[in-house]
C-alpha cells in the first residue's frame, strides 16, 4: 500500500489494517520524498543517509516468499528473538559482536530511553512503539572492528518486552483475530487504551 502524508496515520488504526500485515522494513516517505522539513524535522535525512534503493530488476513472481507468510516469519522470527541473549544497555555494542541480543523493557518510558541512547525512533504511533513488529524493535548497531573502523554488526538488537510477554504475545497472535490481537500489544496507556497491565 503507498499512502500519503494524510493517509498514513490512517493506516495505522487497528480498524483500518484489518487483517493486512506489514513487510518490514518500510522506506519512510521523508526519504524518497526530500530530506528537508517533514514532521520528523529531517530525522530520516540525517540517519539514512547512506541508504540507496536498489536499482537491480526483481522478478518477484518467480522468487519464493513463502517464509514471509505469516505462521512462518512468526515462528521463526519470535524463536530468533527468545534465543538472543539477554543484555543490560551497557552490554549491547560489546555483546552483539558476537551473537543476537535482546535488550528488555518493562514500560513505554524505558523502551523510549533505550530508543534514544541508540537512536532509534522512541515515540508512539497508535499506542504502539514506531517501527516495532509486535512490540519487539530490531536495529543493527555499528560496532568497533579490529582496524578500529565502525562497522554493521552482522547479528541484530532487539528492544523487546520480557521472555514472558514474549510468549504470551506470540501464542495470542495465533489464536485472536488480528484486530483483537493489535488491543493487546498497545503500549500507551495515555493515549490509547488496551491491556497494558503487565507493563505498569
Excluded at 526519504?31 to 529531517?42: I, K, L, M, R, T
Excluded at 513505554?108 to 517501527?131: C, P, T
Aim: positive net charge; charged residues 30%; hydrophobic residues 35%.
Amino acid at each position: 500500500i503507498v499512502t500519503t502524508l494524510r493517509q498514513k496515520p490512517w493506516h495505522r488504526r487497528q480498524h483500518s489494517a484489518s487483517s493486512r500485515n506489514i513487510i518490514r522494513p518500510e522506506v519512510p516517505r521523508t526519504f524518497h520524498f526530500g530530506v528537508e522539513d517533514g514532521a520528523s524535522h529531517n530525522w530520516d535525512g540525517k540517519h539514512l543517509t547512506d541508504v540507496y534503493m536498489n536499482k537491480v530488476y526483481v522478478r518477484w513472481e518467480d522468487q519464493d516468499l513463502s517464509y514471509l507468510q505469516k505462521d512462518t516469519f512468526r515462528d521463526k522470527y519470535y524463536k530468533r528473538v527468545m534465543n538472543a541473549k539477554a543484555v543490560n544497555k551497557g552490554e549491547v555494542l560489546a555483546k552483539v559482536k558476537f551473537s543476537n541480543v535482546r535488550l528488555v523493557y518493562r514500560s513505554f518510558d524505558e523502551f523510549a530511553k533505550y530508543a534514544m541512547h541508540f537512536k532509534l525512533y522512541h515515540d508512539e504511533r497508535g499506542g504502539v512503539a514506531r517501527s516495532a513488529y509486535e512490540n519487539i524493535v530490531e536495529f543493527r548497531p555499528f560496532v568497533s572492528a579490529d582496524n578500529g573502523k565502525k562497522v554493521s554488526s552482522k547479528y541484530l538488537a532487539f528492544v523487546a518486552p520480557p521472555l514472558d510477554e514474549l510468549c504470551k504475545n506470540f501464542e495470542a497472535g495465533a489464536k485472536l483475530s488480528p484486530n483483537e490481537f493489535a488491543k493487546t500489544l498497545i503500549l500507551n496507556p495515555g493515549l490509547h487504551t488496551g491491556d497494558v497491565s503487565s507493563f505498569k
